[in-house]
T-cell receptor, first 114, second 113 residues
């Protein structure tokens, strides 16, 4: 079966524009996670979905960031009014049931804000 | 504070040599600890997972150890290959509360010929 897929793979945008990043988890995985990884840095947790609800939004860095998940499947991460410090790789992962299960990561979306 | 510290930050070794990466954590309540390998430009891939009662787990040339008393883990790579060049990330899962997963910043390993 297919792994976690993300699109686009690369996104270049101008400061102030909104961007949407998409994640398609492994079919049947109920948990989905978004992370941010700045160049040369570790993974930074953003948000976690169990089904379509997000019990943990503690990592969202500001109100410019939002995420939703529909049909217990695809998720979109939206960044409004992008800033240069938003430049990073945004990684999505899914796991079968919950946070204690192994996470399978997608290839990431590299976002560059000019 | 729940933290995962990894050392060294980076490491360069010759092909064929062994190396050991360290992970110290202050995470509670502890559930499990995973080591991930992240190739450049790719998402992390799980290598091993250990629960509280497990001391050692191997996956090919990778052997992870866990000392739950001292809250330390290590990842030992035997007979390194050029393809082992990657970042190795230690991740500790908590049993409850927010921030269920605590990530280390990783060790960047370069294996050279």
């Amino acid at each position: 079966g297919a792994g976690v897929s993300q699109s686009p793979s690369n996104k270049v945008t101008e400061k102030g524009k909104d961007v949407e990043l998409r994640c398609d988890p492994i079919s049947g995985h109920t948990a989905l996670y978004w992370y941010r990884q700045r160049l040369g840095q570790g993974l930074e947790f953003l948000i976690y979905f169990q089904g379509n609800s997000a019990p943990d939004k503690s990592g969202l860095p500001s109100d410019r960031f939002s995420a939703e998940r529909t049909g217990e499947s695809v998720s979109t991460l939206t960044i409004q009014r992008t800033q240069q410090e938003d430049s990073a790789v945004y990684l999505c992962a899914s796991s079968l049931d919950g946070v204690l299960d192994e996470q399978f990561f997608g290839p990431g979306t590299r976002l560059t804000v000019l | 504070k729940n933290q995962v510290e990894q050392s060294p930050q980076s490491l360069i070794i010759l092909e064929g040599k062994n190396c050991t990466l360290q992970c110290n954590y202050t995470v509670s309540p502890f559930s499990n600890l995973r080591w991930y390998k992240q190739d450049t430009g790719r998402g992390p891939v799980s290598l091993t997972i250990m629960t509280f009662s497990e001391n050692t787990k191997s996956n090919g040339r990778y052997t992870a150890t866990l000392d739950a008393d001292t809250k330390q883990s290590s990842l030992h790579i035997t007979a390194s290959q050029l393809s082992d060049s990657a970042s190795y990330i230690c991740v500790v899962s908590r049993n409850s509360g927010n921030t269920p997963l605590v990530f280390g910043k990783g060790t960047r390993l370069s294996v050279i010929a």
